[in-house]
């Protein structure tokens, strides 16, 4: 059986040059199509997808134009916020690989689970940038998996990557959750935790109970189950 990949090239708009490639089928943007159509009919009215062509499917000038198709489809679709931010969407990119990552949290296979979550965070950073909370959730679980490991040296990098995503407001659980974790492990690797340290009373002298907060791999592993 022949079929055609295409090869989508992911970019942030940083001076980060880096690019994440990825590769998906014609059906792949067909099922992609047909669940947005169904779920957003209203958003999806003026995109136009690519029609299917009987013949000359491997000539390079049908792969050509079809490739520069499904471009300003999913730009189209980029554009759309509800769709955009949409679970559909992000497994047209991801595939399976998040839910996988989570599972293998979940069962505590924490190799098989950082290979999963860090194939996802670089696409998921340049999709959302990195105040999203599907990054800042990859984040925090490879922080737990590398500490389950026993490599406190990638787990506090994770972890910090995953305060400074947040908003000096910003007081929810995961929020005090990783920074504690942090804190602690930049105590265990003798670094400077003052920073850090003054964050943790800001959320202190709002008066949340920080001994009431559950520890983030618990919280990691509730939000696995809602995968």
Not at 109 to 125: F, S
Request: proline share 2%; with cysteine; net charge negative.
């Amino acid at each position: 059986i022949s079929f055609q990949l295409y090869t989508i090239q992911i970019s942030s708009h940083t001076e980060d040059s880096d690019i994440s490639c990825i590769e998906r089928r014609f059906s792949d943007f067909e099922k992609l199509n047909a669940v947005l159509r169904k779920r957003f009919p209203d958003q999806m009215e003026a995109v136009a997808f690519p029609r299917k062509v009987l013949m000359g499917n491997f000539r390079q000038a049908t792969i050509a134009t079809r490739s520069r198709a499904f471009e300003q489809y999913l730009s189209h679709l980029y554009a759309i916020y509800q769709i955009r931010y949409s679970r559909d969407f992000l497994e047209f990119f991801l595939l399976d690989s998040l839910r996988d990552g989570y599972k293998n949290l979940q069962q505590e296979n924490y190799t098989n689970a950082i290979a999963n979550l860090e194939y996802c965070l670089p696409l998921t950073e340049k999709l959302y940038g990195n105040t999203n909370s599907t990054v800042i959730n990859i984040l925090c679980a490879l922080a737990i998996c590398y500490k389950s490991l026993d490599r406190p040296h990638i787990s506090q990098k994770y972890s910090e990557a995953a305060v400074m995503c947040y908003d000096e407001d910003d007081c929810d659980e995961t929020y005090v959750a990783v920074l504690i974790l942090t804190i602690r492990l930049c105590w265990e690797l003798g670094k400077d935790k003052q920073d850090l340290e003054l964050k943790l009373q800001k959320v202190k002298d709002k008066n949340i109970d920080i001994d009431n907060i559950p520890e983030l791999k618990l919280i990691c592993k509730q939000r696995c189950q809602s995968m």
